[in-house]
């Protein structure tokens, strides 16, 4: 399976995307993704299955995109999100 960045079409294998997740926001439970080809900045939430892209405001996340990721899940810590796909982990911490 390949990711996709929505701004410049690339797409990443799982170990790429997710390696390029940083600063999760518990409060509003989103996670900063940079492309690592075009350096555009989203804002997303992992959900199981599927990732959604969007923009906060007023205290809420907006979704404005959703991407659907068979097997994805995730474990909310209090200090950082864990995401898992398959056997594979990858760690967020918060900022």
Known sequence: MLLPCLACESRFKPEEYFGACSDYDRGLDR????????????????????LCFG???????????????????????????DISLDRRHWHVPMR
Request: glycine letters at 10%; a positive charge.
């Open 55 to 81: 923009a906060a405001g007023r205290g809420r996340f907006d979704v404005h995109d959703r991407v659907r990721v068979p097997g994805l899940r995730r474990h909310r810590h209090e200090v950082a999100l």
């Open 31 to 50: 996670v900063t993704w940079t492309c690592p080809t075009c350096g555009n900045r989203d804002d997303l939430r992992v959900f199981p299955g599927e």
